[in-house]
């Protein structure tokens, strides 16, 4: 259950194509250095045109220096129940993004993009690619997330306004907020709430700034994934359109 941007070469291939699958070279061109005795399996210079190596055991090297096929990248969506941390492990054992990953059988190297607090739940995305998540997670990118929260109170127009056109928070920085009220109780509002920084406890601190302290929050967009109706603790992989659309959050140079 995963959707990749590369495809796991099989082991046992010819030399030429795991050196063109690296990027090494053309295939063509990958002959030319097998030929020349630039290329060495093992720490053997190997000439034999044809020869098969197992890029999982063995190392291959192109004038001295080792060649890796890079793991594939994956992505899932994963949806965290409130108290779990949005780490991968937990020192003190409390449970934590690794219980679940192994759970589901998800053996790939894969880490948390951003943090979601111990009491809130909702869509975390987790992958293997960290040039993507270095962009998701950068205020400079402006990576819109979405909660719905409930809060305390019933809001008047001029809180939600003050949310919308933007308030200091401690620490000086000033935070705006996308506000939409989606249902009112006697003493409860809904809101689905879109910020863009994704600073710690930054929902949080703005409802209680205009004096409607959040009761529950749950991530349920980031950018252009959406939690959808994906079960609390499970996960599922994104789907190649999705993959897409993170891409194009990035600067070109990275995904061109
Ligand atoms: N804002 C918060 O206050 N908490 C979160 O977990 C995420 C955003």
Redesign the pocket.
Known sequence: MKTSSKTKPPSDLRLQVFLAQAGVASRRKAEGLIQEGRVAVDGQVVTQMGSKVDPDRQRVTVDGRPVEIAPETVYYLFHKPRKVL?TLHDPRGRPALKDYLDRAGIRERVFPVG???W??E?LILMTNDGPLAQVLQHPRFQVP?T?RVKVEGLPTLQALNRLKTGLPLPGGKEHRADVERIKTGTDRTWLLIT?WE??????????AAVGHP?LT?K?VALGPLELGRLPQGEFRPLTAREIAALRKLAPPHLFP
């Open positions: 949005s943090r979601l607090d009491d809130a909702g997330k909660y910020v994704g600073e710690k406890h930054q929902v949080k601190k703005m409802c959040v929050i991530r």
